[in-house]
């Protein structure tokens, strides 16, 4: 999977919110799966 569509993002926000996720760990989520995380930490 290279891409996500809006569908899919979504699809994952809603998932994870009825997991308990809040906002900002949403946003933590996505940017970790984008690759976002890894570059802040090196």
Do not use: H, P, S
């Not at 809603?14 to 970790?32: M, S």
């Amino acid at each position: 999977m290279e891409y996500m569509t809006a569908r899919e993002i979504l699809n994952l926000i809603d998932w994870l919110r009825n997991q308990g996720f809040d906002n900002d760990k949403i946003v933590e989520c996505i940017e970790a799966i984008e690759g976002k995380q890894k570059e802040k930490a090196e």
